[in-house]
């Protein structure tokens, strides 16, 4: 049996800066079911660097679960400067 046709593929689904944004969505992902995975730099965690792409994390899940994990992370509403007053 070839190992390989056990891995799924992997697509990226969400982007964020630091890790607070994309653990919530990996969060929400899983509650719907939907395996979800993080991916970043060590660098950028170790040091909390998020300057020039270093604390880009995504947020990546199998192949199949692409169009709905979109569709769920696309209802969250963003965050307004307002609401944070």
Do not use: C, F
Not at 58 to 83: K, T
Request: net charge negative; no cysteine; aromatic share 4%.
């Amino acid at each position: 049996m070839d190992s390989d046709s056990d891995i799924p593929n992997m697509v990226e689904v969400y982007t964020s800066q630091g890790h607070m944004r994309a653990n919530a969505a990996k969060l929400k992902l899983e509650a719907a079911g939907i395996p979800a995975m993080l991916s970043y730099e060590s660098v950028g965690r170790v040091w909390g660097l998020t300057v020039d792409g270093i604390g880009e994390v995504r947020v990546l899940v199998p192949e199949r679960y692409a169009v709905e994990a979109e569709g769920l992370l696309e209802e969250e509403e963003p965050i307004s400067d307002e609401a944070q007053e």
